[in-house]
């Protein structure tokens, strides 16, 4: 009944945040208060992507901001911008980022870790094409208060404790989970608030999608050119957006399979397993599909360095299983 309290579609994710902290046992807030940070982080670069096109008419009109922020490329002011709100928010102790080389300390009494891609899809961006964000959190493994290590970053994707995307595209959304099913919220621009609008969202068993950059197909492993001639053979339909986070966003919701494998350029494939396939990974499990490399599980992968590359398989679970079924089928 519509008396009823509690969450519900409609719900603004502050609300829904305070809602499930229940589900932490001895939860400080901490997370919850993170979860925040990195949504209001959202809405600033929602509203730098929104005016992306304005840009040049705005310089041109004299509308540079002192530091000239403006006149740089829109991932380095979203990483900035980030960057500056996990920094007052003051849950993080570590983040690592795809635009930066090295780790950036922040508050040493903290007990979280951050990995952001803070604007992926950034070749998209000039030509307005949706593009995303995306974060994982983790609880750091050495004491609270003393320098953050390398080991605090460096862990596999099954340590995550939550993870997110924000979609800047037709309507700005962001989709989280902290392990307890995964939730969409729709960015409500005249409230600034984010909106439940995907509750509990589940990934399809099966699809008839795939997206992959075919244009790399001479250099793709023997299994992975056999299961796209079975795509075709299905007829299935090819949806390759160019950008992860949109690909990965319809296939959850529709149904399908995203792959960036092993290519001649790029033979560990191109995305970043801590900042890109692991969050992904713990989204897509969460609504019940599945994420590997195209043997082993993406968050059973030990991370050796920040930047590393994983091939990545990611969506519903029996199109995974199927591409799977390839390996050492095909010569
Ligand atoms: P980026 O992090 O440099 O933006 O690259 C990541 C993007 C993904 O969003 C997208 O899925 C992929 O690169 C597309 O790569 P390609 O153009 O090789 O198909
Ligand atoms: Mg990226």
Do not use: W
């Not at 008396?3 to 046992?25: A, V």
């Not at 993870?163 to 962001?174: D, E, F, N, Q």
């Not at 950008?243 to 399908?256: P, T, W």
């Amino acid at each position: 009944d519509k008396h009823t309290l509690g969450s519900t579609i409609g719900t603004t994710l502050d609300r829904f945040i305070n809602d499930k902290q229940g589900e932490f046992p001895f939860a400080t807030g901490e997370l919850s208060q993170l979860l925040r940070d990195i949504a209001l982080a959202g809405k600033i670069i929602n509203r730098e992507v929104n005016k992306s096109g304005l840009l040049d008419i705005a310089g041109a009109y004299g509308a540079t901001n002192v530091q000239g922020e403006e006149q740089q490329k829109l991932d380095v002011i979203a990483d900035i911008r980030f960057t500056r709100a996990l920094k007052n928010g003051g849950e993080v102790c570590a983040i690592i980022s795809e635009e930066e080389d090295d780790l950036i300390r922040l508050n040493s009494n903290s007990r979280y870790v951050v990995a952001m891609d803070p604007l992926d899809g950034s070749s998209n961006i000039d030509v307005n094409v949706s593009i995303g964000t995306i974060f994982s959190i983790y609880r750091r493994v050495t004491p609270i208060g003393t320098p953050v290590q390398m080991e605090d970053v460096l862990q596999k994707g099954d340590k995550q404790v939550a993870a997110g995307y924000i979609l800047y595209g037709s309507s700005t959304m962001l989709v989280y989970t902290t392990g307890h099913g995964v939730n969409g919220f729709t960015f409500e621009p005249t409230l600034g608030e984010f909106l439940l609008s995907h509750q509990n969202m589940k990934c399809p068993k099966d699809g008839k999608m795939y997206s992959i950059n075919e244009g790399s197909y001479n250099s793709f492993e023997p299994e992975v050119k056999a299961y796209i001639e079975y795509c075709k053979e299905q007829q299935y339909s090819a949806r390759y957006i160019g950008s992860l986070v949109a690909d990965f966003h319809r296939n959850l919701l529709k149904g399908g399979i995203y792959i960036y494998p092993s290519t001649e350029k790029a033979p560990d494939g191109k995305l970043r397993l801590m900042y890109e396939c692991n969050c992904l990974a713990f989204i897509i499990e969460q609504a019940g599909g599945m994420a590997t490399d195209g043997q082993r599980r993406v968050m059973e992968i030990e991370p050796t360095e920040l930047h590393q590359r994983v091939p990545l398989f990611i969506g519903s679970p029996d199109m995974v299983n199927k591409a799977h079924a390839f390996r050492g089928e095909a010569s």
